[in-house]
């Protein structure tokens, strides 16, 4: 059965509240024009260089003065983004109003899918969605340090958006510009490609007698590459040459930059041998690439949640994620609460997310400004912000499954066993 609010007599059943958007908006706005988005820009947690504001203002200087922004070797960013923040988008005293209004496109699209996976017009849940997006601090940091990994996450939800809603044209032009800007997004082609053919209600509860249609997805394939193909010939256009692809794309594979993240690839990187480089950049490249049939082959059911779970190991192990790559996963848990009752150990998860929280800059701080500590000290920090990510990942994807089996069935008691 689809899950569905109304069979919940404890939750409301009103429209979205027309209070509660303004005021979550307001309040994002409002810190947008504050002057501590300044002190944050720099901050490798919020970050990385890939995504930094800072590299973006760079690079957009050298191109207006008709300098080649990629010969440097430090700038990373899409030649998309390069074109739209030096002609539509100017800097300016006022580009944080930019983040905080992707922050709020980003919280509409999310409530746009919760809606069309309950098939409603209206939800007081709504609510929830928008403060669990705007107001979650692995979000709202990253977008007030104007990271570009926050409207990375706008356009993952603008594009999850258009495909609930079965909009295959808008989709597949997102998705494109999405694996322009960031080759790691390639990750969610095939459940969007699905989703938008089978539709975002929930299916965790019935898994069987779903079918995936294999023909619209292959026409769709071939369209996307027409996408791709119209954007990268844009793109080469734009950089004047084909240099921007070693520098973007070749970025996210060969990991040129060893700046501490939050992630799980620099210091082990930083670690390495020169001559074992190589071999292990495969590893860890292809290593994303094997969870995307596993988990489509076992939600293929629910195309939805496929795409929350690879967006979940997306914020593990990319390449240069920032607080924004899990923020993401976080905040969508909250479109799926008929999986809530079967979480397994929700309270550990957010006390490993507190304990990560609080060491990441303590440690760096003590490492890179206080001079008392040493990359140990950050990377352990790192690590335990990624067994917190894991275990939330991991308790997703059991909760996704034993739905589908059902407390009262025998496998659910002897799996308990």
Not at 185 to 198: A, C, G, T
Not at 286 to 301: A, D, E, G, S
Not at 351 to 372: E, V
Not at 387 to 407: F, H, T, V
Request: aromatic share 14%.
């Amino acid at each position: 059965m689809t899950f569905s609010l109304k069979t919940h007599s404890s939750w409301p059943q009103d429209s979205v509240s027309r209070l509660t958007f303004p005021i979550i908006a307001g309040i994002r706005i409002a810190l947008s024009l504050a002057n501590v988005t300044k002190s944050l820009r720099s901050n490798p947690l919020l970050s990385s260089p890939l995504d930094s504001f800072l590299n973006l203002q760079e690079g957009v200087y050298l191109f207006k003065h008709a300098e080649d922004p990629y010969s440097g070797g430090s700038f990373h960013h899409s030649p998309l983004f390069l074109s739209i923040f030096t002609t539509l988008l100017p800097s300016s005293q006022y580009s944080p109003l930019i983040w905080a209004f992707c922050d709020i496109a980003g919280a509409l699209a999310l409530v746009s899918i919760w809606r069309a996976r309950q098939n409603t017009s209206t939800s007081s849940w709504g609510d929830l969605i928008t403060i669990a997006y705007i107001l979650n601090p692995y979000v709202i940091l990253p977008s007030l340090a104007m990271s570009t990994s926050s409207l990375e996450n706008m356009l993952i939800l603008i594009t999850l958006k258009f495909a609930s809603q079965g909009r295959q044209p808008p989709t597949l032009l997102f998705l494109a510009f999405l694996v322009q800007v960031s080759l790691s997004y390639l990750l969610l082609i095939l459940p969007i490609f699905v989703l938008v053919n089978m539709g975002p209600s929930s299916q965790l509860a019935k898994p069987h007698g779903s079918t995936v249609p294999i023909r619209p997805i292959a026409s769709m394939f071939g369209k996307f590459l027409v996408y791709s193909l119209c954007l990268t010939f844009a793109s080469t256009i734009i950089a004047n040459g084909w240099s921007w692809t070693s520098q973007t794309w070749g970025a996210s594979l060969l990991l040129p930059d060893l700046t501490p993240n939050p992630g799980l690839w620099w210091y082990f990187f930083t670690e390495m041998f020169d001559h074992f480089r190589p071999f292990f950049l495969m590893v860890f490249s292809v290593h994303l690439l094997i969870y995307v049939f596993p988990v489509f082959l076992k939600f293929r059911y629910d195309p939805l949640y496929a795409s929350f779970i690879l967006i979940g190991i997306l914020g593990i192990f990319k390449p240069y994620p920032t607080l924004a790559s899990p923020g993401l996963f976080i905040s969508m848990i909250v479109i799926f609460p008929e999986i809530y009752a079967y979480l397994r150990h929700p309270v550990v998860t957010v006390l490993l997310y507190l304990h990560a929280s609080l060491l990441m800059p303590l440690f760096h701080g003590l490492w890179l400004q206080q001079g008392t500590g040493n990359a140990n000290f950050f990377y352990a920090s790192t690590l335990v912000f990624a067994c917190a990510n894991g275990a939330a990942l991991i308790d997703c994807i059991w909760a996704g499954l034993r739905l589908a089996i059902g407390p009262d069935s025998e496998e659910y008691v002897i799996i308990q066993e």
